[in-house]
């Protein structure tokens, strides 16, 4: 990529960052803009530990947490949360080695994001309304993948696999049935989408076992492989 594309690419992300910090679409969720101390200069937190802007895989979750989460951490994820756990658990599987977000060794082919960047109330699990992942998805997730134009869209769990589709007019497949199609979604000319199972400790160990996990995996790997080598 010449200095003059990354410096252009560079320049589109800052941008959407200060955007997304003005932000105040949607009623009942607090920027962490608002909480300023903790605030950082990328799209969204879960992007602290992972961020390259020339990504081959952008994963997508549904929402980072809530506001009492995003203060108790000082806007860092923890290591020993079990999605992210079983996550450096399914990049391994595809050769890909993932360290903790507490203290992430950066690689530049990952990119991490949630559909919904700002921080909701009443807990991690707390659920989040539709509309505000429509919103959030239109005005930055769709603009980030034309920023990183990645090869691969992981979309982690069934929300955020819907929330993609929408952004794109597409629609969706039953989630069983899309977390096994063998190459995934056209999501752009060069990319596909990928729908995986969510791999928190419920998804995990109830919803879709971890083994099965990775095996659904083993297709993006390969996906991956026979595109870049």
């Known amino acids: 990529m010449s200095d003059v594309a990354r410096g252009e690419k560079e320049e589109a992300y800052r941008e959407l960052v200060k955007q997304r910090k003005q932000c105040c679409l949607c009623e009942g969720l607090t920027n962490p803009s608002q909480i300023s ?13 992972q961020g390259s802007l020339d990504a081959k895989i ?3 979750g549904q929402d980072w947490g809530d506001v009492r989460y995003f203060k108790k951490r000082g806007g860092i994820d923890e290591d020993n949360n079990p999605t992210n756990r ?8 595809i050769e890909i080695p993932l360290e903790g977000p507490e203290s992430p060794i950066k690689n530049g082919g990952l990119f991490f994001t949630n559909v919904i960047l700002c921080l909701k109330k009443g807990g991690l ?3 989040v309304e539709e509309k505000h992942a429509l919103s959030c998805g239109k005005h930055y997730l769709k603009p980030l993948v034309s920023i990183i134009n990645p090869k691969v869209v992981i979309a982690l769990g069934e929300k955020a696999y ?12 039953p989630f069983k049935d899309a977390v096994m199609v063998e190459h995934g979604f056209p999501l752009t000319l060069e990319c596909r989408l990928f729908p995986v199972y969510h791999c928190g400790a419920r998804g995990w160990n109830i919803n879709r ?3 099965l996990q990775i095996q659904d995996w083993e297709k993006i790997g390969s996906y991956l492989h026979t595109r870049t080598g």
Not at 87 to 93: I, N, R
Not at 162 to 173: D, E
Request: charged fraction near 20%; aromatic fraction near 12%.
């Open 37 to 49: 101390e903790y605030d950082s200069d990328e799209i969204g937190p879960w992007s602290l530990w």
């Open 58 to 60: 952008l994963l997508v």
């Open 86 to 93: 079983n996550l450096g658990d399914l990049f391994q599987s």
């Open 125 to 127: 699990s707390a659920p």
């Open 162 to 173: 819907r929330s993609v589709c929408a952004c794109y007019g597409l629609k969706p497949a």
């Open 209 to 211: 076992k971890g083994p």
